[in-house]
C-alpha cells in the first residue's frame, strides 16, 4: 500500500511539474500570466518526482538560468521585483479607490502585500560573483 501512495505522490507530483511548465511557457508569450512562480513550482515538484526532468528543467537553455539562480542563491532578478512590486502598488491602489471593499479587507490585502514586497526585496537581485 505504501509503495502504491508513493508512486501516485510521484505521479501526481509530475504531472503538477508539467502542467506548471507548460503555464509558466505560456507566461512567456502572455503579459498577464507569470512565468517565474509556475517555474519555481515545476522545479520543486520535478525534484520530489523526477531526477530526469528536474535535471531538464535546470539546465534549459531559455528557462534554466532563472530557476538555477532561485534554487541555488535565492536570486529573484531587478526585472522581476520591479514587475512584482509594480503590480501590488497599480493593485492596492486600484481596490483602494475603484472598490467599495471594507476597511478591514483593504487592511488585510496591504498586510499581505507588505510581507509580498518585504520577502521580494529581503532576496538579492543577482547570485554571487565567483571569485
Known amino acids: 500500500m505504501v509503495r ?11 504531472a503538477l511539474g508539467c502542467v ?3 503555464l509558466g511557457i505560456l507566461g512567456v508569450v502572455l503579459p498577464v500570466l507569470p512565468t517565474t ?3 519555481l513550482v515545476a522545479v520543486w515538484a520535478f525534484a520530489r518526482s523526477s531526477e ?17 539562480d532561485w534554487e541555488h542563491h535565492r536570486v529573484i532578478p531587478i526585472r522581476a521585483k520591479v514587475i512584482a512590486l509594480s503590480a501590488m502598488t497599480v493593485s492596492m491602489t486600484w481596490v ?3 472598490s467599495s471593499a471594507p ?3 483593504l487592511a488585510t490585502m496591504a498586510a499581505v ?7 521580494i526585496l529581503s532576496k538579492p537581485s543577482r547570485p554571487p560573483s565567483a571569485s
Open 4 to 14: 502504491l501512495t508513493n508512486l501516485w505522490r510521484r505521479w501526481a507530483l509530475t
Open 20 to 22: 506548471c511548465v507548460a
Open 37 to 39: 512562480p509556475f517555474l
Open 52 to 68: 530526469r526532468l528536474h535535471t531538464w528543467l535546470v539546465h534549459h537553455p531559455w528557462l534554466g538560468r532563472p530557476v538555477r
Open 96 to 98: 483602494l479607490f475603484f
Open 103 to 105: 476597511w478591514y479587507a
Open 113 to 119: 502585500m507588505s510581507y509580498g514586497a518585504w520577502f
